[in-house]
């Protein structure tokens, strides 16, 4: 009896100090920012309550009865009681809800070789106008990496500034700084030297002997798998004709005089940029307005264009994406030489679309842009071949037709970081005069390009 009659106290004790145990026990701490949502387990829950619902409310899921979503509304502090379990035991929690923007820092990142900003000509009658244009494809990129980060009312993108200006904790300010700072790496230059020669069906044959004839004494070598006789008998039409049977580099065609060179020129270009070369002319074109009476013109690039874009890769090779074109004018439609009408030109154009890999200093030749024409020479003798009748007897006339090939060597050097590009003039060279003048008159200008 006395037995049970202690087991009886120490229960009433037990059940008495319990409460108290519960409430004295500490409280865990939730901290929320205004505006966040947490969601709490709590198995075999019962009940629940909340001090403040200004600070912090809460909400059940009818699917789900053992677990509650917390929400912070306003900055402040509240209690959340959950009672769950077997024994309905009381849990205490401690809700703290920030205000984010308090925590918020601004903070603006100056690119220093990223450029947001790109440069397009437009020609006018007398000069030349470079327009610095926005890249729109460049804002949305980085407007792209940063709004996952920072949300895309905290980041405002100045393009003809160039800087970023961002908004967010210290943890994500130095997360976005860190993705800017390996977009803004300093990018590699190239310096592509190149050459256009016009080679004459005449010269390719000759040289093609002379390669033959020399059987590899100089830089080009004849092909030791081929028998003498076969080789004699090859017909060489074309450079490509060359190319495949002899290794041929600049120093044979200087050697031998073959061909005219029409463009030599340098252009240093960053990597993944558009280097731009242009020998010829720019042909102005007239649009008549008849009910202004207005004449406006436009102007269209004829000659030879060549347009490069390297990529250099991990192994120090060299990607090029080579364009070559060459257009000339070859009739009218329409008087040229009328103010009274509007006429247009008819364009040959000639073009080629590569893409090639290179290792640094190494050259390759690209051929293939034939052209030929026909020239008619008429000659008599005064006064009698004019006569009726008779005049053709003292007339003539010889028609004579000339084929040649224009062949382009690129050279592409990687340049140090702190190599100068001396004598090397940077993305764009405009040879529009080279054809008119006696020497190569250039002045350079950016080339615009869309991705910079």
């Known amino acids: 009896m006395k037995s049970l009659k202690y ?13 108290a145990r519960a409430a004295d026990a500490p409280r865990k701490e939730i901290s929320l920012f205004e505006g966040e949502t947490l969601v709490m387990a709590f198995p075999q829950l019962k009940r629940m309550a909340v001090g403040n619902p200004a600070v912090a409310d809460m909400a059940t899921f009818p699917d789900r ?46 690119f220093r070789h990223y450029n947001f900003t790109y440069t397009e000509q437009k020609v006018n009658d007398t000069y ?33 500034g160039n800087r970023v200006s961002m908004l967010g904790t210290p943890e994500e300010l130095e997360a976005a700084r860190a993705m800017l700072h390996d977009l803004d790496s300093p990018r590699r230059q190239v310096v592509i030297e190149a050459r256009v020669i016009e080679i004459g069906n005449d010269d390719i044959k000759r ?15 004849a092909d030791t798998n081929a028998e003498t006789g076969d080789a004699m008998s090859f017909v060489f039409d074309t450079f490509n004709d060359l190319t495949d049977r002899f290794t041929i580099t600049l120093n044979t065609l200087q050697t031998h ?18 280097a731009w070369i242009l020998s010829g002319e720019s042909l102005p074109i007239a649009s008549r307005d008849n009910e202004r009476g207005l004449v406006s013109y436009t102007y269209m690039n004829t000659g030879i264009i060549l347009t490069v874009v390297p990529r250099v890769g991990e192994d120090q090779s060299i990607t090029l994406w080579v364009k070559p074109e060459v257009s000339n004018v070859v009739g009218w439609v329409g008087n040229p030489s009328s103010s009274s ?9 000639r073009e080629v679309l590569s893409e090639i890999r290179l290792q640094d200093g190494e050259t390759v030749f690209l051929g293939g842009l034939t052209n030929e024409e026909t020239t008619t020479e008429r000659k008599k003798v005064p006064v009698l071949g004019d006569l009726p009748a008779v005049g053709g ?25 702190a190599e100068p590009a001396a004598g090397v003039e940077k993305r764009f060279i405009d040879l529009s005069r080279i054809l008119s003048a006696p020497g190569v008159d250039t002045r350079p200008e950016p080339a615009g390009n869309g991705v910079n």
């Open 257 to 274: 005089e073959i061909g005219e060179t029409l463009v030599n020129s340098k252009v240093a270009v960053l990597d993944g940029n558009t």
């Open 207 to 221: 040289l093609g002997n002379i390669l033959m004839g020399q059987n590899g004494r100089y830089s080009a070598t």
């Open 65 to 110: 009865a053992d677990e509650i979503l917390l929400n912070a509304k306003t900055p402040g502090a509240t209690t959340l009681a959950v009672w769950a379990g077997p024994s309905d035991e009381m849990q205490s929690f401690t809700v703290r809800v920030s205000s984010q923007a308090a925590l918020l820092e601004r903070e603006s990142f100056q």
């Open 128 to 160: 030349t106008e470079v327009i610095t244009k926005v890249d729109e494809a460049k804002l949305k990129h980085v407007a792209a990496m940063l709004t996952p980060l920072l949300g895309a009312e905290h980041v405002t993108i100045d393009g003809m």
């Open 7 to 19: 087991a009886s106290i120490f229960l009433i004790v037990f059940m008495a100090c319990a409460p």
């Open 341 to 349: 009408e509007t006429a247009a030109p008819i364009i040959n154009t």
């Open 393 to 417: 007897l003292f007339r003539s006339k010889r028609t004579q037709t000339s084929k040649s090939e224009l062949v382009i060597s690129l050279t592409p050097h990687i340049m140090q970081d």
